[in-house]
């Protein structure tokens, strides 16, 4: 390539967004989060929006140009979606047939069924897997929380003895494990290998649900004892 084809490349190339130093680029990303979690827990916002804010802050913080930093969200956001789109369409849909169909319940009572006593923890983190494989964490949230309810009520448990596995179980797919919509997204923003990485997230995966599941569940119930609601 000659000389005059590499100057002709750069100066097509976008100027990269910068900032004034690392530290002030540390500051606007926690700066982002706070603003993110403030506007979901404080006002509501729906978790997108939310999320979309949190990113021009974070942009404005770091002392971009804000026309920059609505073309790199644009753009990346327009990448995200080409990339797992359909994948993300599809999880949606099988998670509503899931619920519609009573296939969740079914599976719910199989395993329940199979379970009891100091099984029962364990039996969720199954139930919160299976269920919220291919589904977001939000779904899986509103799937499980008549089961956890039911479960608790009638085996005299805990809220937080059922409820912590549950959700240790959803976390995890949610961020480790594909073919979960949420992994798959990070998967095609970095361009990682797809093997690899269901490899070394169920590696991590395993260890992670059980110490943050069944086993902080138990220590959590004995601190903050909640009992099953009557209704």
């Known amino acids: 390539m000659t000389r005059l084809s590499v100057e002709m490349l750069a100066a097509d190339a976008p100027e990269?967004?910068?900032s004034a130093g690392h530290a002030q680029l540390g500051i606007a990303v926690l700066a982002g989060i706070a603003v993110i979690v403030l506007l979901i827990t404080k006002f509501k916002?729906?978790?997108f929006l939310a999320l979309t804010i949190g990113s021009l802050a974070l942009g404005a913080i770091a002392g971009a140009p804000l026309d920059?930093?609505?073309t790199s969200f644009s753009t990346g956001l327009g990448t995200t979606v080409a990339g797992v789109g359909v994948l993300i369409a599809l999880g949606a849909i099988l998670g509503k047939m899931l619920a519609?169909?009573?296939g969740a319940d079914q599976i719910v009572d199989t395993i329940l069924a199979?379970?009891?006593g100091r099984?029962?923890?364990w039996a969720m983190v199954l139930i919160a897997s299976v269920i919220g494989l291919p589904l977001f964490f939000e779904v899986g949230i509103v799937l499980l929380i008549p089961v956890v309810l039911m479960v608790a009520k009638r085996g005299n448990y805990s809220l937080m003895r059922i409820g912590i596995p549950a959700l240790a179980g959803l976390s995890v797919m949610h961020g480790l494990v594909p073919p979960h919509p949420g992994p798959l997204v990070a998967i095609d923003a970095v361009g990682a290998d797809l093997g690899v990485t269901l490899a070394l997230g169920v590696l991590v995966a395993i260890p992670t649900v059980i110490?943050?599941?069944p086993l902080f569940a138990k220590y959590?119930?004995?601190?903050?004892?909640?009992?099953a609601p009557s209704g």
């Not at 959590?220 to 009992?227: G, K």
């Open 45 to 47: 916002l729906h978790a």
């Open 114 to 116: 199979k379970a009891g």
């Open 68 to 70: 920059k930093v609505l």
């Open 16 to 18: 990269p967004i910068t």
């Open 220 to 227: 959590a119930a004995r601190w903050v004892d909640v009992p």
């Open 119 to 121: 099984s029962m923890p």
């Open 211 to 213: 110490i943050s599941g």
């Open 100 to 102: 519609d169909s009573g």
